[in-house]
């Protein structure tokens, strides 16, 4: 059995509730903060639902989300950030792609615990007071390994929105470009991450028709997500977005420590 019919059976009705609420979650909080919804939903399913059927589910739910918030502005500027950014974006998709082919071979522990760190201390250092300058001499360079890094991690959890965050936190991005850059990275990403998925056999006839379903509940909390989103002023956005990102980075490390 295919679809629905077939995750029904492998699975049971309580694990499709259990993703619809994941997702909505994740869906909220992205409408928000713009990002988090592959951090959220991946961390809630993966507790009743097999790794590699969790990621399947939240990739359609992934790019549908990550097409509209990029073109909530329009076109035109979808365009201006994806220029502006295209080094970083070109090095995730190629990354991805490469690094998907992984995801059944490696053990998750290791590269959840050195994300997780990497995001909670940052998180940390900012709340804190740190504000790290980017020499413009370096900003090339640390875009490049920006899009390493968060393509590794994202072709094998599809989770590679915090390194991307943390890099346009650190050049000062304002708010509504800074959404909007970040989700033109998690588009091309989820649509190389689809192809990658496809290929290795993640995303089949069971997993693809339910996870194209998840988007329905995605989309409903995300609405509600940028009701809050467009009260937020600057710095309370960045201080938010900051403290879902430490959430994330020691939900992280929970899961690399089989908690």
């Not at 940390?124 to 020499?135: R, T």
């Amino acid at each position: 059995m295919t679809g629905l019919e077939g995750f029904m059976e492998a699975h049971g009705g309580l694990a499709l509730i259990g993703a619809v609420a994941a997702l909505a979650a994740g869906g909220f909080t992205k409408g928000v903060v713009g990002f988090a919804l592959p951090l959220i939903a991946l961390s809630l399913m993966a507790s009743f639902l097999p790794f590699q059927v969790a990621l399947a589910l939240l990739i359609v739910p992934t790019l549908a989300s990550n097409l509209a918030q990029a073109l909530r502005n329009g076109p035109r500027a979808a365009l201006a950030s994806l220029l502006r950014f295209w080094r970083l974006n070109l090095v995730l998709g190629i990354t991805i792609a490469l690094a998907a082919q992984l995801v059944v071979a490696l053990p998750d522990a290791f590269f959840f615990a050195l994300l997780g760190v990497t995001i909670t201390a940052f998180g940390v250092s900012q709340l804190l007071g740190w504000a790290p300058h980017l020499p413009e001499h370096h900003v090339r360079l640390v875009e490049l390994a920006t899009g390493l890094v968060a393509g590794f991690f994202g072709g094998i959890s599809g989770v590679w929105g915090p390194p991307i965050v943390m890099y346009l936190l650190s050049r000062r991005v304002p708010k509504v470009e800074m959404v909007r850059s970040q989700s033109i990275s998690f588009l091309l990403g989820s649509v190389v991450l689809i192809v990658a998925h496809l290929k290795s056999g993640v995303l089949n006839p069971v997993t693809l028709p339910v996870s194209m379903l998840l988007v329905l509940p995605t989309f409903a909390a995300m609405l509600l997500g940028y009701r809050v989103q467009d009260r937020l002023d600057q710095e309370l956005f960045r201080r938010v977005t900051l403290v879902v990102l430490m959430v994330a980075g020691l939900n992280l490390l929970r899961r690399a420590l089989g908690g």
